[in-house]
């Protein structure tokens, strides 16, 4: 099977080939060697292409994963990647090119253009961190959410501007009890209540009990006014 101008390993060679890649990337490593490590199998794992199909999927989730607990899944590069596809597979195959003479590294692939491809995919998590810092900035959410909630209110009169303060509250240092929220809202017990009741029906506001605290939800129709372009195709989606 060729994979564009690439052909994958043998299906009995894979069993070495996949013990290698676990000898290679699997130990624990710091931080700045783990994200190398990631981008490194990333590209060695599509190489070895181990799958009929799907493969790109599996070696981006693996990448997802790997870097879970550096992301805490508040970033990922597939964001990335999938905005920049054409620069991703020319990475890739460029990484696949064989050796280019006796200073390229001691196996059969380039090192240069390995190096190339984890320059690539680095940048790449680097925009991602960048553009979730800006997303996450407390100011900047303020401003998202009451944009969100003045302009629902616009189309739902049960959805009111009191909300705003909470929403915004809650989003910046967790959840707090119902009845801490309707204190917030400076409105009366029973229209608090209502409002309250509003934001959970919406998911703007989820809770693990009928009574218990709450804490900030994020429905796919709020993505795009409090995290505009996070996957512009949801946006699409939901138009």
Same mark, same amino acid.
């Given at each position: 099977?060729?994979v564009?101008?690439?052909?994958?390993?043998?299906a009995?060679?894979?069993?070495?080939f996949?013990?290698r890649?676990?000898?290679?990337?699997?130990?624990?490593?710091?931080?700045?060697r783990?994200?190398?490590?990631t981008?490194?199998?990333?590209?060695?794992?599509a190489?070895?292409?181990p799958?009929?199909d799907?493969?790109?999927?599996?070696t981006?989730l693996?990448?997802h994963?790997?870097?879970?607990?550096?992301?805490?899944g508040?970033?990922?590069p597939?964001?990335?990647?999938?905005?920049?596809t054409?620069?991703?597979y020319a990475?890739l195959q460029?990484?696949d090119?064989?050796r280019?003479?006796?200073?390229?590294g001691?196996?059969?692939?380039?090192a240069?253009g390995?190096f190339?491809?984890?320059?690539?995919?680095?940048g790449?998590?680097?925009d991602?961190?960048?553009y979730m810092?800006s997303?996450?900035?407390?100011?900047?959410?303020?401003?998202?959410?009451?944009a %969100?909630? +003045?302009?629902r209110?616009?189309?739902?009169?049960s959805i009111?501007?009191?909300?705003?303060?909470? =929403?915004?509250? &809650? *989003?910046?240092?967790?959840p707090i009890?119902?009845?801490?929220?309707a204190?917030?809202?400076?409105l009366?017990?029973r229209?608090?209540?209502?409002?309250?009741?509003?934001?959970?029906?919406d998911? %703007?506001? +989820?809770?693990d009990?009928?009574?218990?605290p709450?804490?900030?939800?994020m429905?796919?129709?709020? =993505?795009?006014? &409090? *995290?505009?372009n996070?996957y512009?195709?949801?946006?699409?989606?939901?138009?």
């Amino acid at each position: 099977m060729e994979v564009g101008r690439h052909i994958p390993p043998t299906a009995a060679s894979l069993p070495a080939f996949l013990e290698r890649l676990d000898q290679v990337y699997g130990p624990t490593r710091s931080w700045e060697r783990t994200l190398i490590a990631t981008a490194c199998a990333h590209h060695r794992v599509a190489w070895v292409h181990p799958f009929l199909d799907g493969n790109g999927r599996a070696t981006r989730l693996q990448s997802h994963c790997a870097l879970w607990k550096l992301s805490e899944g508040l970033w990922s590069p597939n964001r990335g990647v999938a905005r920049s596809t054409t620069a991703y597979y020319a990475a890739l195959q460029n990484a696949d090119s064989a050796r280019r003479g006796d200073l390229d590294g001691r196996g059969n692939l380039s090192a240069a253009g390995l190096f190339e491809w984890v320059k690539y995919f680095l940048g790449i998590c680097q925009d991602q961190v960048a553009y979730m810092s800006s997303m996450l900035a407390l100011e900047g959410i303020k401003q998202r959410i009451e944009a %969100l909630i +003045v302009f629902r209110s616009t189309q739902d009169k049960s959805i009111r501007r009191e909300a705003i303060l909470p =929403l915004v509250h &809650i *989003f910046g240092l967790g959840p707090i009890t119902r009845g801490e929220f309707a204190q917030m809202t400076g409105l009366g017990e029973r229209s608090a209540r209502s409002l309250l009741s509003k934001l959970l029906a919406d998911r %703007l506001l +989820v809770s693990d009990t009928p009574y218990g605290p709450v804490r900030f939800g994020m429905p796919l129709n709020s =993505l795009g006014m &409090i *995290f505009p372009n996070l996957y512009p195709e949801v946006d699409q989606l939901l138009a």
